[in-house]
């Protein structure tokens, strides 16, 4: 267990660049005891580190001279942006200077300079994108939410071992319950890659396996761990932040169509708030990439400073709960049975 992470922040990326990734990360510092190496174009970050009050924070600037665009491709910023932000915050985490990653930006360049640059654990064929979204209780994670479009039933069970461990160390679920996202409930409901994949997962081992879910499942709460691959995960994801912020904009025109519903509005103000705090992507910081040897956090594109923040504070956490070295015994606990599943 470590007592003061260093985290790499992509301080270049996401909308905004350092006009809110630097103050997000400050405030991580100050709050999270984290020391973070602001990686980026160094006027550009001073400029900002020189309108803020920088007491109690640890940290240090580490000059980028390049910055990847969001038309680039990942394969090309790999070979010709070699002094990205991007590319030298996963360098930091190789070299061991930092104990991993967030940023805002390219999420495909992340994902790329994840695994080519810091590498997979030992075992691990495909990285996941752990999202995590609100339910009617506790967080869900769905698992991959972008990072694989095209996956094999043997990645799939990968993605239900390491969400599991990922929810039983990071979320503190004592026996996180995994299911296989599907077309129907019953066990043979599903295109061939997901019949094949529950196959596996009821032999896995260490692992509360349910079986399968609906997308209606999702938001209950009444399931942990959602595995599915990233192009359904990235469309699941994006679907329930388009379908809250719509939510958000019906209630408020309901409320504000006459005078009592204006007074009912007015009554429920809190529980409003609430409600929006629990949809806010920002409350979840960003998705974590499963199946590393150090740890990459690919934020919305759009955070803001609180979710930079909060972002930092999970890679912390993950850091200092050593939940990488969760995920490593999960995936060894079943090394046969994933050799048996690559093979078919």
């Known amino acids: 267990m470590k007592d003061n992470p260093v985290i790499a922040v992509d ?32 006027d550009k970050i001073n400029a900002v580190l020189n ?13 980028a001279s390049d910055v990847v665009r969001m038309n680039d491709k990942a394969s090309d910023v790999l070979r010709r942006k070699r002094e990205a932000s991007i590319q030298i915050a996963c360098k930091l985490v190789r ?14 360049a992340a994902v790329a300079c994840g695994i080519f640059t810091i590498g997979r654990l030992p075992g691990v064929e495909r990285p996941a994108l ?62 061939s890659q997901v019949k094949e994949a529950y196959e596996f997962l009821k032999m896995a081992q260490n692992i509360n396996f349910l079986g399968n879910a609906e997308g209606r499942d999702i938001f209950t709460g009444d399931v942990d761990v959602v595995v599915c691959d990233g192009f359904v995960g990235n469309v699941v994801v994006k679907m329930s932040e ?4 719509s939510l958000v904009r019906m209630l408020k025109r309901l409320f504000t169509s006459g005078i009592l519903p204006a007074l009912g509005a007015l009554l429920a103000k809190g529980a409003f708030k609430q409600f929006a705090r629990t949809i806010d992507y920002a409350s979840y910081g960003g998705a974590p990439l499963l199946g590393l040897k150090g740890l990459v956090i690919v934020c919305h594109g759009r955070s803001n400073s609180l979710a930079m923040t909060n972002a930092i504070k999970m890679s912390a956490t993950f850091v200092r709960k050593d939940t990488n070295a969760r995920l490593a015994e999960t995936i060894v606990a079943n090394e046969e049975l994933t050799r048996f599943t690559r093979s078919i």
């Open 242 to 245: 388009g379908l809250a912020a």
């Open 95 to 108: 070299d061991g200077a930092a104990d991993g990653v967030v940023s805002a930006g390219h999420s495909g």
């Open 51 to 63: 309108t803020m009050d920088l007491s109690g924070a640890s940290y240090e600037v580490v000059h």
């Open 130 to 191: 752990a999202a995590m979204l609100p339910t009617e209780k506790n967080p869900v994670v769905v698992l991959d939410a972008g990072a694989n479009v095209d996956c094999r039933p043997y990645h799939l069970f990968q993605f239900g071992l390491m969400g599991s461990a990922f929810a039983r160390d990071l979320l503190n679920y004592p026996a996180p319950r995994v299911s296989l996202l599907s077309i129907g409930e019953e066990e043979g409901k599903g295109n």
């Open 11 to 42: 301080a270049m990326g996401g909308d905004f660049g350092p006009s809110v990734v630097v103050p997000g990360a400050i405030a991580a510092s100050r709050q999270y005891d984290v020391r973070v190496l602001l990686v980026g174009d160094t």
